[in-house]
């Protein structure tokens, strides 16, 4: 429960008299400070563009490149207009995973109120994108499996048993998708924390050093997993769409 209920950092005042002012959970106190430096540094980024860029200007320049030949890979060229959904989210993962490794903070990532949320934005934008791409009603045909695709006298025989089936079977295993993203970085980014400061108070000068350089790791890769499964959750709403629409 204390992974959930965080203690708060601060109340925010209500100026109706009537009413108490209200605590802020410390996740979404963190959570806003990285929006806050990542606001941050787009701003500054794009005031100063040149064309000899520098230093935060070529970063962010490699870092949009390092998004574009992610998603032309797995989504094509033309799914570079899903840039700012991919993009904020794996940039607001990985900042929210490394701000835990800052002595007196925490990482929002590692409370599941904040995964749970972000999962929450991913599972929605992907169908979202599928049914604006060809329409709600071709898109979702394709929660029908290959029943769809039967000749119409097979249809009209198996239709009414296959068809609860395969339509069953595709909400789970769609649903069970932002359960495993939720829980995947959860896990990872709280036990890694929990680590980190369970070694802290055993040999504060020695052993927090090399398990800080595999909590940098880590954070990585769980923020290459979130992007890399976003990206092909909107590969495949994509697919389906055309896929139906033909």
Same mark, same amino acid.
Do not use: C
């Given at each position: 429960?204390?992974?959930?209920?965080?203690?708060?950092?601060?109340?925010?005042?209500?100026?109706?008299?009537?009413?108490?002012?209200?605590?802020?959970?410390?996740?979404?106190?963190?959570?806003?400070?990285?929006? @806050?430096?990542?606001?941050t540094l787009?701003?500054?980024? &794009?005031?100063? @563009?040149?064309?000899?860029?520098?230093?935060? &200007?070529?970063?962010?320049?490699?870092?949009?490149?390092?998004?574009?030949?992610?998603?032309?890979?797995?989504? %094509?060229?033309?799914?570079?207009?899903?840039?700012?959904?991919?993009?904020?989210?794996?940039?607001?993962?990985?900042?929210?995973?490394?701000?835990?490794?800052?002595?007196?903070?925490?990482s929002p990532?590692?409370?599941?109120?904040?995964?749970a949320g972000?999962?929450?934005?991913?599972?929605?934008?992907?169908?979202?994108?599928?049914?604006?791409?060809?329409?709600?009603?071709?898109?979702?045909?394709?929660?029908?499996?290959?029943?769809?695709?039967?000749?119409?006298?097979?249809?009209?025989?198996?239709?009414?048993?296959?068809?609860?089936?395969?339509?069953?079977?595709?909400?789970?295993?769609?649903?069970?998708?932002?359960?495993?993203?939720?829980?995947?970085?959860?896990?990872?980014?709280? %036990?890694?924390?929990?680590?980190?400061?369970?070694?802290?108070?055993?040999?504060?000068?020695?052993?927090?050093?090399?398990?800080?350089?595999?909590?940098?790791?880590?954070?990585?890769? &769980?923020?290459?997993?979130?992007?890399?499964?976003?990206?092909?959750?909107?590969?495949?709403?994509?697919?389906?769409?055309?896929?139906?629409?033909?």
């Amino acid at each position: 429960m204390e992974a959930i209920e965080h203690p708060a950092l601060f109340m925010i005042p209500n100026f109706l008299p009537f009413l108490p002012g209200r605590f802020v959970p410390d996740h979404v106190t963190m959570a806003w400070l990285v929006m @806050l430096v990542l606001g941050t540094l787009a701003y500054l980024a &794009q005031r100063g @563009l040149r064309e000899v860029p520098g230093p935060l &200007q070529n970063l962010m320049e490699v870092t949009i490149e390092m998004f574009h030949g992610l998603i032309d890979g797995v989504i %094509g060229h033309h799914g570079r207009r899903y840039l700012p959904l991919i993009g904020a989210l794996g940039l607001f993962i990985l900042f929210s995973n490394l701000l835990g490794l800052i002595p007196g903070m925490k990482s929002p990532t590692a409370n599941i109120n904040t995964t749970a949320g972000l999962a929450v934005v991913t599972f929605f934008a992907y169908h979202t994108i599928g049914v604006r791409e060809v329409g709600a009603l071709t898109y979702f045909k394709h929660f029908l499996g290959p029943v769809g695709e039967l000749p119409k006298p097979l249809l009209i025989i198996m239709g009414p048993i296959m068809i609860p089936v395969f339509f069953f079977v595709e909400v789970i295993g769609h649903l069970s998708r932002p359960v495993s993203l939720t829980i995947r970085l959860f896990g990872n980014i709280f %036990g890694e924390d929990a680590v980190i400061l369970f070694l802290f108070f055993l040999a504060p000068l020695i052993a927090p050093l090399p398990m800080m350089g595999l909590a940098i790791f880590t954070s990585v890769v &769980q923020t290459l997993v979130w992007v890399m499964l976003s990206t092909i959750y909107i590969a495949g709403a994509v697919e389906a769409a055309h896929h139906e629409g033909h």
